[in-house]
């Protein structure tokens, strides 16, 4: 709907409103003409209920709404029938308040002056303090801060998986709820249900409330995926299409903002021809070949904090329950021609505890070179080590296409180590249609701009007109995980549009290693609970000023409680 629409259907329900309240106005010794006027009806309206007047603003929150309009109904209810029964509570919000109209026209009904309020009962009462809170928890989680749990290793070793982040909703300004019907707090599936957790219409146009700050270079940003067409993430079905506000939250770091022209030359980006530098707390991570004539040891990819690299023991025989305590452990199995087994692990092998309990005797062949994931920091401490002969990128060469790269055209063999150049939109720029830039921008201009663009004869029709150019509305963002050879990025899926921006993480409340390897295995990682994700320095983490804090909050209310004693 857009926001014409909105106003009319606002309009229209004001209307309905006046004509089924109106009488009830005037036996609350209000004036009959004050229910039909927008917005003052129901500051009047919550004056004779007795209701806090600022409540007028949380009837204009989306979702919010949708928990308060039921409250006012059953208020009204309460106001002109002494006692109203259970069944009568319940019509009044199945039937969305029409349950009240005929309350308005009834002569028997009067204004409750000492009526019981719906929280003085004690079914009430419960159902108040659990309103209360849901109100308060949408109202912070929509609007100023979210939780966000990071599932996946996009972000290594600058955020982890098992990262536990507060995204805060007001550095770039709160976006308004663009799906006007949703769960409170809840994405895009119910729990346990596993069902939708949302109705696709009515549709909020795209309105932002002012932010602090702009979206920058170098910023890390949770952001809804523009290719998302998944009911439910890692679960493979059909897919469907989902409102922009409900696909799916995805952390990456933005590396190019509206106006640049973006290019990655080896794993690098740059941007308008300069390499972009990352601030002191980023720590991508690159794929390197790993050399040495003596063998690479595993023990010193571990020191050097290497990931994605695979190891290899053999095994001359094990029984069937040696086995199975080795399966846990393992990412494949081969047996060699001379009867010997090759069991293949992660990079952290196989537990010596393990090992000892079950009496098993393996060994672990070095070969020259292994291909590891490792920060710059991580192979420049491999590359200085005595025993090993040399550490490289491992670069796909120009020209050479990727797998599943934007703009999967095969005008463009672009990879994920040499990318572009590419032209990032930015509100008022004019793009020209040819047939060598509409592989770029397709996508952009049709479904993000929503224009209707075809090609007939060799000329471009926009909108059934002719035109070699077509005006950009929307900003448009490039983000990249900065574990930039295992992460699915805008180099998988091209631009971002700013109406795709939900925030921008603020801290790590805490951390678990193991994260997606069950709770039993899970461990904390300690220096990380309560530390920032950006600012000058290493991170610092506070937690002894949380434990600080909440020992002197303990500390407080029990001296309060002595006293009172």
């Known amino acids: 709907m857009t926001l014409t629409q909105w106003l ?58 949708l928990i308060l ?32 109209i005929p309350l308005n026209y009834a002569s028997s009904t009067e204004f409750q002056t000492n009526r019981q309020k719906p929280e003085q009962t004690k079914t009430g009462e419960w159902l108040s303090s659990l309103t209360f809170a849901v109100v308060a928890a949408t109202l912070v989680h929509t609007y100023f801060l979210q939780p966000y749990a990071i599932p996946t290793g996009s972000l290594e070793r600058t955020l982890r998986i098992g990262d536990f982040l507060i995204v805060s909703k007001f550095h770039y300004g709160a976006r308004i709820p663009m799906t006007a019907v949703s769960t409170p707090m809840v994405h895009d599936t119910l729990p346990i249900l596993k069902v939708k957790s949302y109705l696709k219409k009515p549709q909020i146009p795209y309105l932002r409330l002012p932010g602090i700050e702009k979206v920058k270079k170098n910023d890390i940003v949770v952001f809804n995926w523009p290719a998302d067409t998944v009911r439910q993430f890692f679960v493979k079905e059909k897919g469907v299409k989902k409102p922009i506000d409900k696909k799916s939250n995805y952390v990456k770091r933005c590396v190019g903002t509206p106006g640049d022209t973006l290019e990655i030359i080896d794993g690098f980006v740059y ?86 309990e079950n009496r098993i005797a393996l060994k672990e062949p070095l070969s020259t070179e292994i291909t590891a994931n490792l920060t710059l920091a991580g192979a420049e401490f491999l590359a200085k080590h005595p025993s090993i002969d040399s550490v490289s990128m491992d670069l796909t060469p120009k020209g050479v296409s990727g797998y599943n790269i934007f703009p999967q055209n095969d005008k463009y063999p672009w990879n994920e180590d040499q990318f572009g150049p590419i032209y990032l939109p930015k509100e008022g720029d004019e793009i020209e249609l040819n047939l060598t830039t509409y592989p770029i921008y397709k996508k952009l201009l049709t479904e993000y701009e929503e224009n209707s663009i075809e090609l007939v004869n060799g000329e471009f029709v926009v909108n059934g007109r002719p035109s070699e150019r077509v005006n950009i509305t929307k900003n ?5 995980g900065d574990n930039r050879d295992h992460s699915e990025d805008s180099r998988s899926w091209g631009f971002v549009p700013e109406d795709h921006i939900l925030g921008k993480p603020i801290f790590i409340w805490m951390s678990w290693d193991h994260f997606n390897d069950g709770l039993l295995k899970m461990k904390p990682r300690w220096d990380r609970f309560f530390t920032t994700v ?9 937690l002894w000023v949380f434990i600080l804090g909440l020992a002197g909050y303990f500390g407080f209310k029990a001296v309060r409680k002595r006293k009172k004693a």
């Open 69 to 100: 309009f039921p409250v006012l109904w059953i208020d009204l209810l309460y106001a002109f029938k002494k006692k109203p029964k259970s069944i009568e509570m319940l019509w009044a919000i199945l039937s969305l308040g029409l349950y009240l």
């Open 8 to 65: 009319i259907f606002f309009l229209a329900v004001q209307l309905v409103h006046g004509l089924g309240t109106f009488k009830l106005y005037q036996k609350a010794g209000q004036a009959g003409y004050k229910a039909f006027i927008p917005v003052y009806n129901l500051i009047v309206a919550l004056a004779f209920l007795e209701r806090p007047k600022w409540w007028t603003i949380l009837f204009f929150l989306p979702i919010i709404n």
């Open 271 to 356: 941007i308008n021809g300069v390499q972009l530098e990352l601030d002191e707390r980023a720590r991508p991570m690159y794929n390197h070949k790993v050399y040495s004539s003596k063998g690479v040891s595993p023990s010193l990819l571990v020191q050097a904090d290497a990931d994605d690299f695979s190891r290899k023991f053999i095994a001359e025989n094990l029984t069937q329950d040696q086995y199975n305590a080795l399966v846990p452990h393992l990412i494949g199995v081969n047996q060699t021609a001379e009867g010997n087994i090759e069991l293949y692990t992660p990079g952290d092998g196989i537990p010596i505890a393990v090992l000892r």
């Open 476 to 480: 448009y963002y490039w983000m990249m």
């Open 534 to 542: 950006k600012g000058p320095g290493q991170p610092q983490s506070y």
